[in-house]
């Protein structure tokens, strides 16, 4: 695999309109189907790992409704969901970290089961957690476990563990506002973009400040989607802050200043989703987000841009994984977009299908009769059906060792 990879696969369980899947993720992926596919469900369940890490696991499912709008529904009535993140971290370990939720009544929950498991030599670090009780462990003692929430937030006091947990608590997920953009916004860190942008301009700055080359990246990809933009900075007003664009209008010789407020979606969307690829391809900082996931990050922009979108993608992934849902044609018309990149999700009877393009898509791409983007304009780019059936039951197990 080319570029940065955190996550190696994803296997899920009863989760929203999922069933089950198990996919090998790439440094970029798009995510590609219609509305309503289920789309958006894969990258949330990515999503839930982090806010629970973040905060506590039933923070994150009060944020969904509590467990019983999580956990599949179906007419077998599953009582549980599970995840499992297969991963490679920065100094090369891999390992894999699973966990089962269980509903309890009166939308109560449960970790039935949590497993981190980190190869390395002389011998694995890792933990098993059943039900609130650690049942082994290397190394030992461990601290307590409860049941209503992850061990690993625990476990991350060890320095065994520290590493995995720092990098799925930096994963950063975004549907951008460009209303929270333009509003004043409070400074922060600037450490990582927040879900709606509400921070943009104090990540800008710090971008500013520490790798300017990566802030020129942002101005000079914007200016192609934004004709006539220079620069963006952070302005100061009063105990808050702002976005302040400079923009050449007409003749004028010096270019023109418009403050956040007056810019327009598409123009405050773009430049969240190029800040967002672009926060960690600074050398200067110890602290990444190791994972961006996008969804739809083509809305409101004018379709001659997809292409400098699309290039921003490609770029971001050398130093981030990036998970893009899409179902834009222009975005993915490039004949360097391979159906390696494309997971493809369709909806069958309420269930959720991922899988790679079928046999059909994979020859028409392989021999550049169709791009992608010409494929899903009509209609025929579709999850190989057979491909997903032959799925080695092996690979959908949450827990213990599972080879490829």
């Known amino acids: 695999m080319h570029g940065s990879v955190l996550i190696t696969r994803v296997v899920l369980k009863n989760y929203k309109s999922i069933a089950a899947c198990s996919v090998p993720l790439r440094s970029l992926v798009f995510?590609?189907?219609?509305?309503?596919?289920?789309?958006?469900?894969?990258?949330?369940?990515?999503?839930?790992?982090?806010?629970?890490?973040?905060?506590?696991?039933?923070?994150?499912?009060?944020?969904?409704?509590?467990?019983?709008?999580?956990?599949?529904?179906?007419?077998?009535?599953?009582?549980h969901f599970g995840i499992r993140l297969e991963f490679k971290l920065p100094d090369s370990t891999s390992g894999y970290y699973a966990f089962r939720v269980g509903a309890k009544p009166k939308g109560g929950f449960e970790v039935q089961r949590e497993e981190c498991r980190i190869f390395a030599l002389p011998?694995?670090?890792?933990?098993?957690?059943?039900?609130?009780?650690?049942?082994?462990?290397?190394?030992?003692?461990?601290?307590?476990?409860?049941?209503?929430?992850?061990?690993?937030?625990?476990?991350?006091?060890?320095?065994?563990?520290?590493?995995?947990?720092?990098?799925?608590?930096?994963?950063?997920?975004?549907?951008?506002?460009p209303d929270e953009i333009r509003d004043l916004q409070p400074p922060d860190t600037g450490q990582v973009l927040l879900r709606d942008g509400r921070n943009l301009?104090?990540?800008?700055?710090?971008?500013?400040?520490?790798?300017?080359?990566?802030?020129?990246?942002?101005?000079?990809?914007?200016?192609?989607?934004?004709?006539?933009?220079?620069?963006?900075?952070?302005?100061?007003?009063?105990k808050k802050e702002t976005l302040e664009f400079r923009q050449k209008?007409?003749?004028?010789?010096?270019?023109?200043?418009?403050?956040?407020?007056?810019?327009?979606?598409?123009?405050?969307?773009?430049?969240?989703?190029?800040?967002?690829?672009?926060?960690?391809?600074?050398?200067?900082?110890?602290?990444?987000?190791?994972?961006?996931?996008?969804?739809?990050?083509?809305?409101?922009?004018?379709?001659?841009a997809?292409?400098?979108?699309?290039?921003?993608?490609?770029?971001?992934?050398?130093?981030?994984?990036?998970?893009?849902?899409?179902?834009?044609?222009?975005?993915?018309?490039?004949?360097?977009?391979?159906?390696?990149h494309i997971l493809a999700v369709t909806n069958r009877n309420g269930d959720t299908l991922i899988g790679p393009v079928d046999a059909a898509g994979r020859s028409a791409i392989r021999d550049n009769l169709f791009t992608v983007g010409e494929l899903l304009r009509l209609n025929q780019l579709t999850p190989d059906l057979e491909e997903i059936q032959k799925t080695p039951q092996r690979q959908l197990e949450l827990f213990g060792k599972t080879p490829a």
């Open 31 to 79: 995510l590609v189907g219609q509305n309503g596919s289920g789309k958006s469900n894969f990258l949330d369940a990515l999503r839930l790992v982090t806010e629970a890490l973040n905060s506590s696991l039933d923070h994150a499912l009060r944020e969904r409704g509590g467990i019983n709008e999580v956990r599949r529904r179906s007419a077998g009535h599953p009582t």
């Open 123 to 177: 011998a694995d670090k890792f933990y098993v957690v059943d039900s609130g009780r650690v049942e082994d462990s290397n190394p030992k003692p461990l601290p307590p476990a409860a049941d209503d929430r992850l061990f690993l937030v625990a476990a991350s006091s060890l320095p065994e563990f520290r590493p995995l947990y720092d990098s799925l608590t930096r994963m950063g997920f975004y549907n951008l506002n």
């Open 201 to 238: 301009a104090s990540v800008l700055n710090l971008i500013a400040t520490q790798s300017p080359r990566a802030k020129a990246q942002v101005v000079e990809l914007l200016s192609k989607v934004v004709p006539g933009v220079v620069d963006v900075t952070t302005r100061h007003v009063g």
């Open 249 to 304: 209008v007409g003749e004028n010789q010096s270019p023109w200043r418009f403050m956040a407020e007056n810019m327009s979606d598409g123009t405050l969307r773009a430049l969240g989703v190029l800040t967002a690829l672009f926060q960690s391809s600074n050398g200067a900082s110890t602290k990444k987000v190791p994972l961006v996931g996008i969804e739809e990050p083509e809305i409101a922009l004018h379709p001659g």
């Open 306 to 340: 997809a292409g400098v979108l699309r290039d921003g993608l490609k770029a971001a992934s050398r130093h981030t994984q990036v998970l893009v849902t899409s179902h834009s044609p222009d975005l993915l018309d490039d004949k360097s977009i391979s159906d390696e």
